[in-house]
C-alpha cells in the first residue's frame, strides 16, 4: 500500500484531505513578527486586513525536514511506501526539505518535485491517491505523473500589481503604469515557474482570454480536469468563468482558495484555472 504525502501550497481542503487519506505538511508565513502555519492558523483574509493595517509585507518558509520526518512516519503506519508531492522546487525550497527527511527512511519514500503549485499540484496529489487505490506500484505511479506534468497547466490573473510589486516579481513603475492603463496581466505556471503569458486591458477581456484558453487546451488534449481557483474576492468571477465553460468536456474539480502563501505573492481577487488532461 501506498500513502501520498503533500503540502499546504496544494491548497486541499480539510475535507478532502480526509476523503483521500493524504497528509498535508503546512508551509509559514511570517506577518507581524509572529509565524504561522498555513492553512490551520493564518488564512488570506488575516493577511490582507493585517496588510491594509499598515503591517510590512509577509514572508513565507518551508516546512523543516523534522515536520516531514513525522509526517512520513504517521504515513508509513498504514502503508508500505510514501509518494510525497510538493511545490516547484524553483517557486520554494519545500521539496528539498521533504528529501533531507526521505533519507532516513530506507527507500520507503519517494520524493517528487511536481513543477506546479495549487491545484496544479492538489490534482495531482488526488491522481496518485486514486492509482495508489487501485494497487498500482509506485514506479507505475510516478510515470503516470511525469507524463502528466509535461501537459498540466496553471493559467490565472491578478486584481492588483501591488503584490506581485511588493515581493518583488515586477518594478514599481511598471506596477504603477499597469494600474493606471487598467493592464491585466495574465500569468501561468509553466516549467516549475511563473511566467508572463500575456496582457489585456480590463477585466472583461482577462476572463475571456482565460476562458479562451481553457477551451483551446480541451481541443486539443480531449477531457480535462478543471479545479476553479482564486483568493478573496475571486468568487464571483470564478462562477462567471464557468459559466463561460458550458458545454465545454471537463471534469469540474470545483473551486479551491489559495492559502495565505500563495496569496502572499498573489493578493485579493485573483483568479485562474488549473488544467490537466484526464489521460496522461
Known sequence: MINIVT???????LEEQHQ????????????GGQMYKDGLEITPADLFKGLREGKKTPST??????????????ALQSADEVLSLHISGQLSGTVGS???????????????DTHTVAMGLGMQAI?????????????????????????????????TLDFLRMNGRIGGAAALLGGLLNIKPILAVQGGR??????????????????????????QHGRTRISFICTDGGETTLEELR??????????????????????????????????????
Request: proline share 4%.
Open 7 to 13: 503540502d499546504s501550497t496544494s491548497d486541499l481542503t
Open 20 to 31: 483521500y487519506g493524504i497528509v498535508s505538511v503546512p508551509l509559514y508565513v511570517l506577518f
Open 61 to 74: 518558509s518551508q516546512p523543516s525536514p523534522a515536520e516531514f520526518a513525522a509526517a512520513y512516519e504517521q
Open 98 to 112: 521533504a528529501r533531507l527527511a526521505a533519507q532516513d527512511f530506507g527507500g520507503r519514500v519517494t520524493v517528487m
Open 127 to 159: 491522481r496518485a491517491q486514486q492509482r495508489a487505490a487501485e494497487g498500482r506500484p509506485m514506479a507505475e505511479i510516478v510515470s503516470e505523473l511525469e507524463r502528466l506534468q509535461r501537459h498540466a497547466h496553471i493559467r490565472f490573473t491578478v486584481e
Open 194 to 219: 511563473v511566467e508572463a503569458a500575456g496582457r489585456v486591458r480590463g477585466a472583461k477581456k482577462a476572463l475571456s482570454e482565460i476562458s479562451q484558453y481553457a477551451r483551446d487546451y480541451i481541443r
Open 243 to 280: 459559466a463561460s465553460l458550458q458545454g465545454q468536456d471537463f471534469e469540474d474539480f470545483g473551486n479551491h482558495k489559495f492559502g495565505a502563501v500563495i496569496a502572499t505573492h498573489a493578493g485579493p481577487g485573483t483568479y485562474g484555472l488549473a488544467l490537466e488532461p484526464v489521460q496522461a
